[in-house]
């Protein structure tokens, strides 16, 4: 064989899109904690610092991560109502969540300005500020929406059957009336009825508008 032909094929040239990708193969394999640029840059095969010249931080790694689960949000067919519209997107955003493990946590934990959190903040307001008619009340309306999904989600990615026997115990042992009786509802594990439940909820409360 000439040498040509015994050679290893070039390595593709490393992009911040290709670390990314790489890093949320590893949060869906091994979760968030697992996450740093060493652990990244070792998967990659390179150097810790290759892997830092394209992602600047932990910290940015993470934002890009966040702004890619966004980007699987798809706006195709979004209903004409407005209500149904803002209902629709959070309906999408928190399947993006649930489509990688510990994806609500590592969303909750980041503030990524990029553009396709953006697109998806940007469609929500608006869909808001229809709805509900002044900006400010659309902007606000947007954090209870994303505020209640991340946190819903997180306890959903998270939820482990341990916790709900020793709460059914602690309300059991003490003078807890109003929630041994919501005890089957606080228990329950139907994450999506009690999604739809709260963004309802927060949706159909007629709009309060923040002086």
């Known amino acids: 064989m ?11 040239r490393l992009t911040p899109a290709a670390v990314v990708a790489e890093a949320l193969r590893l949060l869906d394999e091994s979760g968030l904690d697992a996450v740093t640029t060493r652990a990244v840059a070792d998967r990659i095969g390179v150097r810790m610092n290759t892997v830092l010249w394209h992602v600047k931080t932990k910290t940015r790694l993470l934002e890009l991560m966040a702004d890619a689960v966004a980007g699987t949000i798809g706006y195709a067919e979004l209903p004409g109502d407005a209500g149904e519209r803002a209902r629709e997107l959070m309906r999408r955003y928190r399947r993006s969540l649930l489509a990688h493990r510990d994806g609500a946590a590592l969303v ?3 503030y990524a300005p990029d553009p ?6 940007d469609t929500l307001v608006g869909a808001l500020t229809d709805h509900h008619d002044t900006p400010k009340t659309a902007a606000w309306t947007a954090y209870a929406l994303v505020y209640f999904a991340l946190g819903l989600t997180q306890e959903e990615q998270a939820a482990d059957l341990a916790d709900a026997h020793r709460l059914r115990e602690a309300v059991a042992d003490g003078p807890y009336p109003a929630l041994a009786a919501a005890l089957p509802a606080l228990t329950g594990d139907d994450f ?5 439940d709260g ?3 927060i949706l159909g409360s007629g709009g309060h508008r923040p002086g």
Request: charged share 30%; hydrophobic share 30%.
């Open 192 to 196: 999506a009825a009690r999604f739809e």
């Open 2 to 12: 000439t040498k040509k032909q015994t050679d290893p094929a070039p390595r593709p």
């Open 116 to 121: 396709h959190t953006l697109r998806f903040a």
């Open 108 to 110: 909750a934990g980041t």
């Open 199 to 201: 963004v309802d909820r």
